[in-house]
């Protein structure tokens, strides 16, 4: 499968708790996005890298969220401190420079208790 | 399986119809719109894209409709089949700054009837 993969695709975290999610971009892909879903919502951007330049950070984005693209290939988010508010579906996207066209995974449903 | 979109605006269809979903936009200077389709428990699935430049593309059973004028977005489906079902989102590219985003609109819960 040559898709964008994410895992874990479920976490189910006490309050306070830290968790990090990690997302596998298409492999020629240099940009690799980071979005959130919440129940009847369309996703909403978090963040992007080109290659391993984190270049956008949303205001959604708040201090206990962090993203890392270390080499260029995969990305990590950590959240920290989890609230129940972050319980959402984060997506993964990637695409290549210069092609607007994303491409998503099938994200990890995060469930903060 | 969880459920996307519960209180999503609905269209349903019966098998074999077909069906015309709506979609408005909110920046009238975007240039790069994609449909995508999400089923239960699973990510967003790229189905068509249109440039600002046209007004009107097909793909396999699927035609985007575009029009400037009024920020409106239209997906029609031929033969709907079940696997159809699902909840549709379009997307704009954002523009300016922040140029890099997708922007979704609020989604169509489409099901199909046998």
């Known amino acids: 499968d040559t898709g964008v993969s994410q895992n874990p695709r479920h976490k189910i975290t006490k309050r306070g708790q830290n968790v990090t999610f990690r997302c596998d971009p298409i492999?020629?892909?240099?940009?690799l996005y980071w979005y959130r879903q919440t129940l009847g919502q369309g996703p909403e951007f978090l963040t992007y890298?080109?290659?391993?330049?984190?270049?956008?950070k949303s205001r959604l984005l708040s201090d206990r969220f962090s993203a890392e693209r270390p080499k260029g290939s995969f990305s990590t988010l950590e959240i920290q401190r989890t609230e129940q508010g972050d319980s959402a579906m984060y997506l993964c996207?990637?695409?290549?420079?210069?092609?607007?066209?994303?491409?998503f995974g099938p994200g990890t449903r995060l469930l903060v208790l | 399986g969880e459920s996307v979109g519960l209180h999503l605006p609905t269209l349903s269809v019966q098998e074999g119809d077909n069906s015309i979903i709506n979609c408005a936009y909110s920046?009238?200077?975007?240039?790069?719109f994609i449909w995508y389709k999400q089923e239960s428990g699973k990510g967003p699935q790229f189905i068509i894209d249109?440039?600002?430049?046209?007004d009107k593309r097909q793909g396999q059973r699927v035609t985007v409709l575009l029009n400037k004028t009024v920020k409106h977005l239209s997906l029609q489906i031929a033969a709907t089949q079940p696997g159809d079902s699902a909840v549709y989102f379009c997307a704009e590219f954002g523009v300016g700054q922040g140029a890099q985003k997708l922007v979704f609109g609020q989604g169509t819960r489409l099901t199909i009837n046998p």
């Open positions: 492999s020629e892909h240099n940009r």
């Open positions: 890298f080109q290659n391993e330049a984190q270049l956008e």
């Open positions: 920046n009238s200077a975007s240039d790069y």
């Open positions: 996207a990637s695409s290549h420079a210069g092609i607007e066209t994303q491409y």
């Open positions: 249109i440039r600002s430049n046209m």
